[in-house]
Structures are given as structure tokens and as C-alpha cells.
């Protein structure tokens, strides 16, 4: 397995672009089994998430061609298999997002029931609810979901009793070939569930509401092609701001887009970081001070992220002062905590809460990421560290961050890969 080594203690200073986000590129490449006609994507990041979603359109036959510009062109004409696999889904948990646009348009599906993943137990409960008040036939037996509908979904009501991300995504992609009206009630309104109904619009949908708690979709009979370009990755951008913050460095982030950041931003602010922004660049500057330690408490947007939560919990553990950060949204993503401790942070969970008073500085280490998150976080606690930290199981990293080792070279980090 490879591995990052870090040698800490360097202020980051330059510019970065950044990529396609790979959480509103996944929904998008599944919502191309909804039409029989090309769907050409393009800004699509360079990650193992996005290979393996190529995979599994691929192992139900449906046909890609990669271009150059981070682009693909899918077409689910000549779809022959209805499954999704337990190979596939084990390794990532989005495939979940093939069952509403396969039973909405091919009448079946099965996919592998995701099990838990290190963050908790992430059920899909709301997933099947939803799809079966649309009419669908759900059973989940040996492992499968195995979903069927005797000619087309109907249009519902549908109130979720928690917001979720991939579940709004899944019905709002089979409510677009569904007979009459679907209302998503307590919606996600994520910028990326804004993205795939921008994306699925351009096929042809009828949607209105995306970005508000209540989603309309009036279902069509048939979608078309399109082409569409995914919005830049929020959390890597926020990402490359904290490392540069905890590292009381500067740098322009280029590509991007400051109107998803807000909860992010004012966070960064108040650890006393020089924000400007324009349309498509954030710049920050620490002006070489140490970051004052910040309190906050994810849940959905446009509150603050639980994405972003591991990585203020790093740039916390090096700043004066002490904060406390609450989880709300996944009961167990404070693997990374435990780590961190092992670099000599100051810091000790209870309940979801994990209180951190900050160091001058941490001490290297050798660490294991546990996921994805957690993964940049201790890369970000490397990157601050004295001395060489190793960072193990980085497997996670490339699943939802683009070329990170050379993007921190670019700010003058000294961090490479060492191949197993
Ligand atoms: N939940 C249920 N039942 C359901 C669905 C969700 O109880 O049927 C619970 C979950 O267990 C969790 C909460 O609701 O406690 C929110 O989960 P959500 O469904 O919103 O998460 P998700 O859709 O599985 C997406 C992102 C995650 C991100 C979360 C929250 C994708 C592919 N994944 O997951 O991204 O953390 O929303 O914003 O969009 C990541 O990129 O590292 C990542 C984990």
C-alpha cells in the first residue's frame, strides 16, 4: 500500500487549481442511465471514485469513451446487465446512486446493499422508502436491494425524515421518468444535488426547487443527451485553505467557486485568516501568524460541512487557544483524532464532540488514514508537524483527491509517495 512521507514545518505559499467535484460528478455519470442518447461530462477529477463508477456503468454494459479535457462520453444504449456488485459497492458506497435512474428506467434493479463504512453505519432506509412509495417493488435479500417496477414509477410526496445527500439525489433522478408530480420534502440543498438537477435539466427534466428544502420534479418520458461540465470540488478547496492557514502560509485557489464556501470561509476568518475572493478564485493569507483556534458544529448545508470538519480539527490542534468541534451529521468521524494524539496534539472526544486546545506545534509521526477525510487531515497535521510524518493507507486520498501530492509540491511542500 503506499504511503505519503511529510516533512512539516514549511508555510504554504502559491497557486492551485481546482478540480471537478468528484460528490456531484458520481450522481451525474449515474444519472447518464436515464437516457439512451450520449452524455458527454467534462471537469471530471482524476480519482479512483470516478473510475470505479466508470466501472460499474461498464459492467452493465454501458459504454464510455475518456476523452482528453477530463472528459467522458457515456451511452447506456446498449445496457445488458441490471446489477451492481458487491465488488464495486464495498469499495464505494455511491453506487447506491444506479438504483433510481435503473428502476426508473428499465423497470429493475440490484445492487449490493452498502454495508457501514468508518464514518457509521450510513443506511440507505430513506433511499427505499421514497422509491417504494413511488411504486417500486423493493426486497433486500442475500446482500442485494432487489428493485423492480411493473411499467413506470409514479410521481409522490415524499417527506425525508433526515436530509440526505444521495438519497435526494436517487429519487430526484427517478422522479425525472416518473408518471405525474414528485415533492422531495426536507431536501438536501447541497450545491451538489444543485448540479445534478442543472445536469439532468439539461437532458430534458422538469425540476424546480433544487437548492431549497423542496424539490418538485414533474417526470417526462424520456430524457435526451446533453453535455455538462461538473462544478468545482468545494471540499478540496476548502482543504488546500486550511492546510495553507495551518501552515501560515498564503495562496490563490483558482477554479473554484467562493458562494458554496461561506460557512468555510467565515470559519477561516475567525482563525484570523486574510480572505479575498473573486467569481472563480479564493486567496488567504495568514500574513505568517498562528491561526486562533475556532468552535463549530456540522450539518447540512449551508451550515457547515461534515466534510471539512477533520480538517479544522488539525489546523485546531496547531492554533492558540482551544475549541470544540461538534459532529452532528455521522456518529463516528473521529478517527482521526486518535491519530493526531500520536502526534502529540492536545485533544479528547466526548459524546460528538471533540475539545482541542491548541499546541505551538505537533511532532511527526507514522499515522493511518481511515478514510477519506480523515486521510487530508492528517496530511494537513503532517504538514504542520516537526519532522517526518508518514502517512499510511493513502488509498483513501486517491479516492477523492486529484494529484494531492503534487498540488502540495506546487505550495512548496516537502511530501511524496512512497509505492508499496
Ligand atoms: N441516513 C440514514 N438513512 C438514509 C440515508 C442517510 O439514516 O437512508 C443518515 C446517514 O447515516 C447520515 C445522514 O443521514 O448519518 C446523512 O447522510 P447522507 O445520506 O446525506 O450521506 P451520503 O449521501 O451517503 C454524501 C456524501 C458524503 C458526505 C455526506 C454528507 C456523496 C457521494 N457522499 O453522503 O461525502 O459526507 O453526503 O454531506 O455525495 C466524502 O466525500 O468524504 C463523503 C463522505
Redesign the pocket.
Known amino acids: 500500500m503506499d504511503k505519503l512521507e511529510i516533512h512539516g514545518g514549511i508555510p504554504l505559499t502559491g497557486e492551485i487549481r481546482i478540480a471537478g467535484a468528484?460528490?456531484?460528478a458520481?450522481?451525474i455519470m449515474a444519472s447518464t442511465l436515464l437516457t439512451k442518447d450520449t452524455v458527454k461530462v467534462s471537469n471530471l477529477p482524476h480519482l479512483y471514485?470516478i473510475t470505479t463508477m466508470l466501472e460499474l456503468l461498464g459492467c452493465m454494459g454501458v459504454e464510455s469513451i475518456v476523452g482528453e479535457k477530463l472528459g467522458v462520453e457515456i451511452c447506456s444504449e446498449p445496457i445488458k446487465h441490471f446489477n451492481a456488485p458487491y465488488e464495486l459497492v464495498k469499495t464505494?458506497?455511491?453506487s447506491?446512486?444506479v438504483l433510481g435512474p435503473m428502476l426508473a428506467h428499465y423497470g429493475q434493479a440490484q445492487v449490493a446493499l452498502?454495508g457501514g463504512?468508518a464514518?457509521?453505519?450510513?443506511?440507505?432506509?430513506?433511499?427505499?422508502?421514497a422509491l417504494k412509495k413511488m411504486g417500486a417493488d423493493i426486497v433486500v435479500e442475500n446482500g442485494y436491494i432487489e428493485a423492480k417496477i411493473n411499467g413506470r414509477l409514479k410521481g409522490a410526496h415524499i417527506f425525508?425524515?433526515?436530509?440526505?445527500?444521495?438519497?435526494?439525489?436517487n429519487v430526484m433522478m427517478a422522479a425525472s421518468l416518473a408518471d405525474g408530480v414528485t415533492i422531495i420534502e426536507n431536501a438536501?440543498r447541497?450545491p451538489?444535488v444543485v448540479d445534478l438537477a442543472r445536469c439532468l435539466r439539461a437532458m430534458g427534466a422538469e425540476i424546480k426547487g433544487e437548492g431549497s428544502d423542496t424539490i418538485t420534479i414533474n417526470g417526462v418520458k424520456r430524457l435526451h443527451g446533453c453535455e455538462y461540465s461538473v462544478m468545482p470540488d468545494r471540499?478540496e478547496t476548502g482543504t488546500y485553505l486550511i492546510a495553507v492557514a495551518a501552515t501560515r502560509g498564503k495562496i490563490k485557489v483558482k477554479d473554484t467557486r467562493p458562494s458554496i464556501l461561506e460557512a468555510v470561509l467565515s470559519k477561516l476568518e475567525e482563525a484570523g485568516a486574510q480572505i479575498e475572493i473573486g467569481e472563480d478564485w479564493i486567496s488567504l493569507d495568514m500574513k505568517g501568524k498562528r491561526p486562533q483556534a475556532v468552535s463549530l458544529t456540522t450539518a447540512?448545508?449551508p451550515a457547515f460541512?461534515?466534510?471539512m470538519q477533520a480538517q479544522f480539527t488539525a489546523l485546531n490542534a496547531v492554533a492558540e487557544g482551544s475549541g470544540t468541534i461538534t459532529e452532528t451529521?455521522?456518529?463516528n468521524r473521529f478517527m482521526h483524532v486518535h491519530e493526531m494524539i500520536r502526534m502529540g496534539a492536545d485533544m479528547k472526544v466526548e459524546g460528538n464532540t471533540v475539545m482541542v486546545n491548541g499546541k505551538q506545534s505537533l511532532k511527526g509521526a507514522p499515522v493511518m488514514a481511515t478514510?477519506?477525510?480523515a486521510s487530508a487531515s492528517l496530511i494537513i497535521a503532517g504538514l504542520v508537524a516537526e519532522s517526518q510524518t508518514t502517512v499510511d493507507r493513502i488509498y483513501h486520498i486517491d479516492?477523492?483527491y486529484e494529484c494531492i501530492e503534487e498540488k502540495l509540491q506546487l505550495l512548496g511542500a516537502k511530501i511524496k509517495r512512497l509505492p508499496s
Request: with cysteine; charged share 25%.
Open positions: 468528484k460528490n456531484s458520481l450522481p471514485d464505494m458506497r455511491a447506491i446512486l452498502p463504512c464514518i457509521g453505519s450510513r443506511p440507505v432506509n430513506l433511499h427505499l422508502t425525508m425524515d433526515l436530509v440526505t445527500v444521495t438519497g435526494t439525489e438536501a447541497e451538489e471540499i447540512p448545508y460541512p461534515t466534510d451529521v455521522f456518529e478514510d477519506l477525510r479516492r477523492g
